[in-house]
């Protein structure tokens, strides 16, 4: 699990609390502190790109001084986080792993950007702390010894709490008492540890019954993001990276990757990339639908800022994964995306458009169909190719380049995600 929140807001204590109850948790200032500590090659690399000046007396790297310089400078910013992230990043994989080899079955790391990053879908389930803004900024004044101005400018540096609390699975609000926020933190951490329980025992898909979705599905996505090659990008960086795949949209993002819909006219429907998310996810672990939800909601933001276009993307994938579990539910697809529109709605920020309605017919008319499906669903006016993929999975595919690229793609996923 992901924890996350603005700063000032509490995270820190929540993540103590949470270890008190029986929960593993990864502090990722700690990690970052660790890989560039005196002698470490990032501490090196940092003093050659900023100078003495971000030198301690003691041969340690000075923080504050480091930070000051950084704030207000994008590119400055940039060339810390390269140097940075990516051993943060391994050593946290390292010691996630490290855990994962003593049996653990549940782990919370603590992050205070793990959305802006776009690092978010690594996690299981994120959650998001949170406090009444004025008090947000009075705990940074009296914690750090800030005036209002540098308070203000510290917080508007980061996504807005209102934002971030769109991504998470659960939130905690600490503008209350500590007792109040103890006992928010203790009812977390005991459904944490119910739902790692649970995961624990779930099925996996085979791989087989998800390929027909991808083969017969479409071709080309939103801003050049095509299903297949999304999948290729998802096995090879071993996840859903959003700043990456911000970098292979057309035109590439020139802004932070929950910023660059705005960039550009998406070009297709957020809900052509939702079959294969459903795919990948289904290949990633056991089936899990408010994992799969903010996945497809936190993709379609990508190259959409329409939030029912979103709740399309999600409601799709949620029926496919249904689909996928039980080719039988074929014909009760309506039914499903009713049953799963709250979930679609929760992630995309908005209720589905209805648009979804051509595919739903053409999928129940035409059940294990996908030909069929596709030509229904174009009589009836929807997009043929969504219709194809939701037919097609479960469907038996014959050997092509095609099927073996995909089929490729996601035994790497499955290979990457198990340690296979």
Not at 333 to 359: I, K, N, Q, S
């Amino acid at each position: 699990m992901g924890l996350t929140g603005g700063i000032a807001c509490g995270k820190s204590h929540v993540l103590r609390r949470l270890a008190g109850r029986g929960l593993h948790t990864l502090d990722l200032d700690a990690v970052a502190r660790d890989v560039t500590a005196p002698g470490r090659p990032a501490l090196h690399e940092i003093a050659a790109a900023f100078g003495a000046g971000v030198m301690g007396h003691d041969g340690s790297l000075d923080r504050a001084a480091l930070a000051a310089l950084v704030f207000e400078d994008a590119s400055a910013r940039g060339r810390l986080n390269a140097i940075v992230h990516p051993r943060v990043r391994a050593e946290e994989a390292r010691r996630a792993a490290e855990l994962a080899g003593r049996g653990a079955a549940a782990l919370v790391t603590d992050g205070a950007l793990l959305v802006e990053a776009g690092a978010h879908l690594r996690f299981d389930r994120l959650v998001v702390v949170h406090c009444d803004p004025a008090q947000q900024v009075n705990r940074l004044r009296a914690r750090d010894g800030f005036d209002a101005r540098a308070a203000l400018a510290r917080i508007e540096s980061q996504m807005p709490a209102a934002e971030k609390r769109a991504f998470a699975h659960f939130e905690v609000d600490t503008s209350g008492s500590v007792p109040d926020t103890d006992r928010a933190a203790d009812a977390l951490a005991a459904e944490l540890l119910d739902l790692a329980s649970a995961r624990a025992d779930s099925r996996r898909t085979a791989i087989g019954a998800l390929l027909g979705g991808v083969v017969h599905g479409p071709e080309t996505g939103p801003r050049g993001l095509a299903p297949a090659s999304l999948l290729a990008i998802a096995a090879e960086a071993g996840g859903l990276e959003m700043e990456g795949l911000a970098r292979r949209l057309t035109p590439p993002a020139a802004r932070p990757w929950y910023e660059t819909a705005a960039e550009a006219e998406p070009g297709a429907a957020a809900a052509r990339l939702a079959v294969v998310l459903a795919a990948w996810a289904l290949c990633r672990g056991p089936a899990d639908g408010p994992f799969l939800a903010g996945v497809a909601g936190s993709i379609a933001r990508l190259t959409h800022t329409d939030a029912a276009a979103r709740a399309d993307a999600c409601v799709l994938a949620l029926v496919a994964q249904e689909v996928a579990l039980a080719p039988g539910a074929s014909s009760d697809v309506l039914g499903l995306a009713r049953r799963l529109e709250g979930l679609a709605t929760r992630f995309g920020g908005a209720t589905p458009t209805g648009g979804l309605a051509p595919v739903w017919a053409a999928v129940r008319a035409r059940p294990g169909d996908p030909a069929g499906a596709r030509a229904e669903c174009a009589r009836r006016g929807g997009d043929p190719a969504l219709a194809g993929a939701l037919a097609g999975l479960g469907v038996a595919i014959h050997d092509s380049p095609m099927a073996g690229g995909i089929r490729a793609a996601l035994v790497a996923v499955r290979a990457g995600f198990s340690g296979s």
